[in-house]
């Protein structure tokens, strides 16, 4: 049968060698994690930092988030605080991205922070990534793998649809989370930039303060903060009833009929399923043709305040 994702790799000990090729010569490549697929490059590299922002079309003032295997990896170019520490101990390796100041000496390449004095850091939980990161003695500048403001990539070839073959992407087959990391800010006012699966309350039973999301920042330090964003390219309306039979119909629990135009995103009320399939919905009625998405209310908590985060923007 022939391979029509030509640019599809398994991971394997000879494909890590080939990989780290790529990244030690500044190519980037489509790469696996927990939340999303991400497009990693060296984030020392200026070459590779360009790349990243060309074949993403991203605006420059987006700052990039960097993926390091442990905090003893990102105590050479960052500033970690108490407050960084105790919620590492709790969540990390995993969704969580942390907002801290970089060190004057810091290897990471201007161009990836917007030329902050901040920067966003993850350390990805995902068995693939990790492998790799702990290979290399660099870290990663890795934001999701899809051209800016489109639907992330939650598997292999959803990357390969976005770039075609101008990356290679390692299979990892479904991402388990399927939306993007939260991101803490710790630096100043602390609060979450962007909502994730790491919840306020989460946080807030660690830290012992009151955890809010602002509605807007001056500037940006976090991915995921533009006003248009996730967008599938076509009209998305959000908080609905009910839905014209020849558009989309996003829904979620048992209420709502089985028909050919409805996507139910859990039939079992399950925001982390919804969270799982909402990306992979936006592709398949795209794909299918449809010039509308109309889509239910989703209980704002937990992982849903995400959720309406990410249908907000989409519908912007």
Not at 146 to 174: R, Y
Not at 202 to 221: A, F, G, M, V
Not at 284 to 299: M, T
């Amino acid at each position: 049968m022939r391979n029509i994702y030509p640019n599809i790799i398994k991971f394997n000990s000879n494909n890590l060698i080939k990989i780290i090729k790529i990244l030690k010569k500044d190519g980037i490549i489509g790469l696996p994690t927990e939340t999303v697929y991400g497009l990693g490059g060296n984030a020392y590299s200026s070459s590779a930092i360009k790349k990243i922002y060309k074949v993403k079309k991203r605006i420059k003032n987006n700052p990039l988030i960097i993926h390091y295997y442990s905090f003893n990896d990102a105590k050479k170019d960052v500033i970690l605080d108490r407050n960084f520490y105790k919620i590492y101990k709790k969540f990390s390796p995993g969704p969580i991205t942390y907002i801290v100041k970089k060190k004057r000496n810091s290897k990471i390449n201007s161009l990836a922070c917007s030329n902050l004095k901040t920067v966003g850091i993850r350390f990805p939980k995902n068995i693939i990534i990790r492998k790799l990161l702990k290979k290399i003695n660099f870290p990663l500048a890795m934001p999701s793998a899809n051209k800016s403001s489109s639907v992330s990539s939650v598997k292999a070839e959803d990357v390969f649809e976005e770039f075609q073959n101008k990356v290679k992407v390692v299979d990892g087959g479904i991402s388990k989370i399927g939306i993007e990391s939260t991101v803490l800010n710790l630096v100043g006012s602390i609060c979450i930039l962007r909502p994730g699966k790491i919840t306020p309350k989460q946080i807030e039973s660690i830290l012992k303060i009151k955890i809010k999301i602002p509605s807007r920042q001056n500037t940006i330090r976090s991915p995921g903060s533009l006003k248009k964003h996730y967008s599938p390219g076509i009209p998305i309306y959000i908080n609905k009833k009910r839905c014209p039979k020849k558009h989309a119909f996003l829904t979620f629990g048992k209420k709502y009929p089985v028909t050919r135009n409805c996507f139910n995103l859990s039939k079992k009320s399950n925001l982390n399923e919804a969270a799982k399939n909402l990306y992979k919905f936006f592709r398949s009625i795209k794909n299918k043709g449809y010039k509308k998405i109309y889509v239910a209310k989703i209980p704002n908590e937990g992982i849903g305040i995400a959720l309406n985060d990410r249908l907000k923007r989409a519908s912007s």
